[in-house]
């Protein structure tokens, strides 16, 4: 219970250290209008071309919410990478390891302190900006706990994705190009540009299956279409995936400790 405690501590800290940056909380909710409204200029092009009122089930209403939440995930995704990069290459992580905590915990509890304060920023200024750009859609609590209910899962599989980037640094010149591409393909894949509904049908089940489904498009549309047995199989896919990248994790973890080690670490 008491190493329960330690972690709690740090990531409680993390999130406090986040409220100290005003200018960063600014600059992102700025970023965060301009990209809804290109957005809605964009989308309400599509819906007027196809003289549709919906499109993979979403209004344009719907569709702007659906996009926020996927913005506001991506806007609060973990710095994990840079810092796991620099420690390795520094020396730093050998000192990180002689302390009475797992590194990997560690940096999972400051990451998650650090994502929710900045998911929650990013989640109330997307929902005052798409108020005044479209108005509410229709909200219920049960749904909201869906919601709820699918992020913790999403933000530890996404910690865990660029963690294992990060750790790549023990091989790797440099991770910053495998981190801008694990970025990106979740942008794509995840569904934060475009949601997988719109896919061309034969390819949409595979792409629902990914970990990256897992970590934007799934909590995304639940928070505009809630549905019981929809967040079941999210979770279950969510957990299968957790668990499959942490012995990955534990694998790549363990192989990088020798090379540490090897080296005088």
């Given amino acids: 219970m008491r190493s329960l405690e330690k972690y709690a501590w740090v990531g409680l800290v993390s999130a406090r250290s986040q409220l100290a940056y005003a200018s960063e909380v600014l600059s992102r909710i700025i970023f965060l209008l301009v990209i809804l409204y290109i957005?809605?200029?964009?989308?309400?092009?599509?819906?007027?071309?196809?003289?549709?009122?919906?499109?993979?089930?979403?209004?344009?209403?719907?569709?702007?919410?659906?996009?926020?939440?996927?913005?506001s995930i991506m806007l609060s995704g973990p710095r994990v990478t840079p810092v796991v990069d620099e420690e390795v290459r520094t020396g730093?992580?050998?000192?990180?390891?002689?302390?009475?905590?797992?590194?990997?915990?560690?940096?999972?509890?400051?990451?998650?302190?650090?994502?929710?304060?900045r998911f929650l920023l990013s989640l109330t200024a997307g929902i005052v900006i798409v108020l005044v750009l479209v108005g509410p859609i229709p909200l219920s609590a049960g749904g909201l706990l869906c919601f709820a209910l699918s992020l913790p899962l999403?933000?530890?599989?996404?910690?865990?994705?660029?963690?294992?980037?990060?750790?790549?640094?023990?091989?790797?010149?440099?991770?910053?190009?495998?981190?801008?591409?694990?970025?990106?393909?979740?942008?794509?894949?995840?569904?934060?540009?475009?949601?997988?509904?719109?896919?061309?049908?034969?390819?949409?089940p595979a792409l629902k299956a990914l970990p990256f489904?897992?970590?934007?498009?799934?909590?995304?549309?639940?928070?505009?279409?809630?549905?019981?047995?929809?967040?079941?199989?999210?979770l279950f896919t969510q957990a299968a995936a957790v668990a499959g990248f942490s012995i990955l994790l534990w694998a790549v973890f363990m192989l990088a400790l020798r090379r540490v080690h090897a080296n005088g670490g």
């Fill in 39 to 71: 957005f809605l200029r964009v989308w309400h092009v599509a819906y007027a071309e196809t003289g549709c009122t919906s499109l993979a089930g979403l209004t344009l209403s719907q569709m702007l919410w659906y996009l926020m939440v996927a913005e």
């Fill in 154 to 204: 999403a933000f530890v599989l996404d910690f865990l994705g660029y963690f294992l980037i990060g750790l790549a640094a023990f091989w790797l010149e440099d991770t910053t190009g495998l981190m801008l591409i694990y970025s990106r393909i979740t942008m794509v894949l995840g569904g934060m540009l475009i949601p997988l509904d719109l896919f061309p049908e034969s390819i949409r």
């Fill in 92 to 117: 730093a992580l050998a000192v990180q390891l002689i302390r009475p905590v797992s590194y990997p915990l560690y940096r999972l509890s400051v990451a998650l302190g650090d994502r929710l304060v």
């Fill in 213 to 234: 489904a897992n970590i934007v498009y799934g909590p995304a549309r639940l928070f505009v279409h809630p549905d019981s047995e929809t967040l079941v199989r999210l």
